[in-house]
């Protein structure tokens, strides 16, 4: 029903930006909450930040301050817009999204119903 696709994933030295990208497709319409995670090997998936469909935003404490996420007027497409990066950010990202408002599913990984294939992103010392 929907497909979710992220780009923009690559190698970056300590202190650089990045942004990615989560393009949506088939019926989007359907779609009220679209988040970021992250995972290293033999990890649990990591929240990032979620963007609500009337446009609330959440991140995660500790990301406060570098990391921000966004979304185009249509709602098609998710940004996390990374600056400031350290080598500990170095993951798989995934976006993520749900039927569901971000309020209820509270960047829960179990509760999302639609997930990207994931990009790597590299953060060199």
């Known amino acids: 029903q929907v497909q979710l696709v992220e780009s923009g994933g690559g190698s970056v030295q300590t202190g650089g930006s990045l942004r990615l990208s989560c393009t949506s497709s088939g019926l989007t319409h359907l779609i009220n909450c679209k988040a970021w995670f992250r995972q290293t090997p033999g990890q649990e998936r990591e929240a990032l930040a979620s963007i609500d469909a009337d446009g609330s935003t959440t991140i995660a404490d500790s990301l406060k301050g570098r990391f921000n996420i966004s979304q185009d007027n249509a709602k098609v497409s998710a940004f996390l817009q990374m600056n400031n990066m350290k080598p500990e950010d170095t993951a798989v990202y995934y976006c993520?999204?749900?039927?569901?408002?971000?309020?209820?599913?509270?960047?829960?990984?179990?509760?999302?119903?639609?997930w990207g294939q994931g990009t790597q992103v590299t953060v060199s010392s």
């Open positions: 993520a999204a749900d039927v569901q408002r971000c309020y209820f599913l509270k960047l829960s990984a179990r509760r999302f119903g639609y």
